[in-house]
């Protein structure tokens, strides 16, 4: 849109279509169109990197939204989680609490809520991933020397 660091182009692996309703939780890999309504909450599979969230002016959401990238042109009523960049068009419109690592937003969007930059939430997922490993190994440590 603006600046240098564009989302990275991904695929479109899912389309949810214009006139079309869902209601119920949506986790995805890869890129996710949105041009209809969803009403649950929006996000990644297991924290999946790279994956893509557009939502189409036509595009709207009701629930939470914990994506890696996303370009929101529709509407959002709940929070928003972007751990990498948000980018917001000019017909966005987002009536929750936004957390964002990059964000970028023009002219005519709007956010009613807090808005929080949080620069490490990529750092905290890996963070919490390596704990899981680790919790992991030394529960196989015990375990190994308890069988000993």
């Known amino acids: 849109m603006f600046g240098s660091k564009k989302i990275k182009s991904s695929k479109i692996d899912t389309l949810v279509g214009q006139g079309v309703e869902v209601t119920g939780d949506i986790k995805f890999q890869g890129g996710l169109h949105l041009d209809g309504k969803v009403t649950g909450n929006v996000a990644t599979a297991d ?13 709207c959401v009701e629930g939470d939204v914990h994506v890696a990238y996303a370009v929101i042109n529709g509407e959002v009523i709940g929070n ?13 419109r987002i009536s929750g609490n936004v957390e964002y690592n990059l964000l970028e937003m023009a002219s005519g969007a709007e956010i ?8 490490n939430a990529k750092k905290l997922l890996e963070h919490q991933k390596d704990e899981k490993k680790d919790t992991n190994i030394h529960h196989l440590e015990e375990t190994a020397a308890a069988q000993s």
Do not use: F, P
């Open 47 to 59: 924290n999946a990197e790279g994956t893509v969230l557009v939502i189409s002016d036509r595009g």
């Open 80 to 92: 928003v989680y972007a751990s990498e960049k948000l980018e917001l068009s000019s017909k966005a």
């Open 112 to 119: 009613n809520g807090q808005m929080l930059h949080n620069e």
